[in-house]
């Protein structure tokens, strides 16, 4: 805003300037005009007087010189006259009255209406305006046959442009220039904007990052600490079997826990490009089949399926196996995720443009169309509000994006909010 100001105040000065500047110019302009249009008609009124010295009847010659415009004089003279004798008498007095301006002349006949004769005298500085001597015309005047007649001549000074409107013209010239600061001002305003919102977004994602991370591992700690403090406390020489329980829930949680920070640590590593695939021959069909067989549905208590629908017929692909299993595990553990129903997987493989497809469709909550261009960003989750049933860090996708773009291939998504997601991987083959 205050740029904005600086500008309209600085430039409203200008153009009050400018004005001024044009004012003052229109004033010397017309004083100019006004002095040229005197020395034209003295000149054009020697001229006459000349003419009229050579006829037989000199009559009144007031009124005779005309100024029709601020650069264009008439002249009736009454009688026949030799272009070149006129040509030659307008230099001369134009020279005397210090006129020093290109001219055009013409010679009209009333009774024709037409132009007898007419010509662009330029003006050069040492020949033209001198005074043109009998001997360089070779035109004297009593050659010239005089005749009383409906003539006159007329005299135009092409040069003599209008000074004060080229003036005005030029001051829209500041408005164009507030037009383009304006503009370039509120492209960086937008600019900047644009900027600040990303920044939120960005620490709001961070912010849920940081309580999802909290939270889960928080829960495995105090779980283990809790464990390990019966432990401590509890005598368990006569009962084996709590101890046993006991150690295997630190166990677990341990593993758990473990997990969760392999995990970020695996994307975090990512980051500094440090991702060093281990590529080997891989029958996508043989992983897909160890996966089910070791898939635990333990995320919920409603049970599960995984359906096979292996169709392609080449299967075999050159790829790091155990990242290929993390993205076949990642996408089945949100397939379970996210489903409130039974969760009914189906897994399907085909061959298309010379790659693998693999499709992994699930019966879940689905993805909204405004959050599907984003569930491969990094620390993504679809707001859910306040409800924090499902736990993840939004990881899970971005993973398996860039593993997948390792690869050559491509993943895509597509779905519907209450029926089911499909998330479709195409690699290339060996
Ligand atoms: P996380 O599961 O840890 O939140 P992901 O990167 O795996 O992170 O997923 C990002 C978001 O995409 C999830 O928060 C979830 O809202 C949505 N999502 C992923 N897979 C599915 C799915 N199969 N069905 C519905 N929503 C899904």
């Not at 069909?285 to 359906?307: A, C, P, S, Y």
């Amino acid at each position: 805003m205050s740029i904005l100001f600086v500008q309209y105040y600085w430039i409203k000065k200008t153009i009050a300037t400018q004005v001024k500047e044009v004012a003052i110019q229109e004033k010397e302009d017309s004083l100019n005009i006004k002095q040229f249009s005197e020395q034209a008609h003295i000149a054009l009124r020697n001229v006459l007087q000349e003419i009229s010295s050579h006829a037989s009847d000199s009559s009144d010659l007031y009124g005779a010189v005309k100024q029709l415009r601020s650069n264009y004089f008439s002249v009736d003279i009454n009688e026949e006259l030799h272009p070149y004798y006129l040509e030659t008498l307008l230099k001369r007095e134009f020279y005397d009255q210090s006129i020093h301006q290109n001219f055009q002349y013409g010679i009209y006949d009333c009774f024709t209406d037409s132009i007898v004769f007419g010509n662009l005298i330029k003006f050069t500085k040492d020949s033209l305006y001198a005074p043109v001597s009998d001997t360089l015309t070779g035109i004297t005047s009593p050659q010239l046959s005089w005749k009383k007649d409906g003539h006159y001549f007329t005299v135009y000074f092409p040069d003599m442009v209008n000074k004060s409107m080229e003036a005005t013209e030029m001051l829209g010239s500041p408005w164009i220039f507030m037009v383009i600061i304006v503009s370039v001002v509120l492209l960086f305003f937008a600019f900047a904007v644009s900027i600040i919102v990303k920044q939120k977004r960005l620490s709001e994602v961070k912010t849920d990052f940081i309580n999802n991370m909290t939270h889960e591992l928080k829960t495995p700690i105090s779980t283990i600490a809790l464990s390990s403090d019966m432990l401590m406390r509890g005598d368990f020489s006569n009962d084996p079997e709590k101890l046993q329980r006991y150690a295997s829930i630190i166990f677990k949680e341990n593993k758990r826990l473990e997990n969760q920070v392999e995990r970020v640590l695996n994307v975090a590593k990512m980051d500094k490009e440090t991702l060093h695939l281990k590529k080997d021959g891989l029958n996508i069909h043989e992983l897909l089949e160890e996966v089910r067989e070791n898939f635990e549905f333990t995320q919920t208590d409603k049970g599960g399926d995984i359906q096979l629908d292996l169709q392609a017929s080449e299967a075999n692909i050159i790829a790091d196996p155990v990242h290929i299993s993390n993205v076949v595990y990642n996408l089945l553990d949100n397939a379970v995720k996210y489903c409130e129903v039974e969760p009914n997987i189906r897994v399907r493989t085909s061959n298309a443009d010379n790659g693998l497809l693999l499709e992994i469709s699930d019966n879940g909550i689905g993805i909204r169309r405004e959050n599907l261009k984003q569930i491969f960003d990094k620390f993504y989750r679809v707001p859910t509000g306040n409800i924090h049933n499902v736990k993840g860090f939004g990881l899970g996708l971005y993973y398996v994006k860039i593993i997948i773009e390792q690869h050559g291939g491509r993943v895509q998504v597509k779905s519907t909010p209450g029926k089911g997601t499909v998330f479709t991987i195409w690699l290339p083959l060996k």
